[in-house]
């Protein structure tokens, strides 16, 4: 028996160093465990914020791209609505002359039918000379008829 008092003695005094142990070692680990966390959570929080530096960054390049793609894009509308707007202005510029010149021949060529009319009948009316015309002039103006 006396070797089973030792054997529970010896067994207390080493759960005593044990717990003894445990209990210095478990602050100790809780606190390197804190640090590693906070250095973890320290890391974690700087790749966030370069993570996020490097996204403000690029999306800035990207706005900025985007940007001089509408200048450009803009600038070409404006030269082809000016260079149509040209084109579609000496369209309407020629079609006015070529217009105006129809309409001169035209009347050059009304006032010839007029002249050669007016000398047609000037001929009856000397080849008729007992004839009464009555000219359209006379009823206009009240004048009297041509014998």
Do not use: W
Request: glycine share 2%; charged share 20%; proline share 3%.
């Amino acid at each position: 028996m006396s070797l089973v008092v030792s054997i529970n003695s010896t067994l207390d005094r080493a759960v005593l160093k044990s717990a003894s142990i445990l209990d210095q070692a478990v602050p100790k680990f809780t606190s390197i465990l804190d640090q590693a966390v906070f250095k973890f959570t320290s890391i974690l929080d700087q790749a966030v914020l370069k993570f996020t530096s490097i996204l403000d960054q690029a999306v800035l390049k990207f706005t900025s791209i985007l940007d001089q793609a509408v200048l450009k894009f803009t600038s070409i509308l404006d030269q082809a609505v000016l260079k149509f707007t040209s084109i579609l202005d000496q369209t309407v510029l020629n079609s006015a002359v070529f217009l105006i010149r129809l309409s001169l021949k035209f009347t050059s060529i009304l006032d010839q039918a007029v002249l050669k009319a007016a000398s047609i009948l000037d001929q009856i009316v000397v080849k008729l000379p007992g004839f009464m015309i009555k000219l359209p002039s006379a009823e206009l103006t009240g004048e009297k008829d041509y014998p």
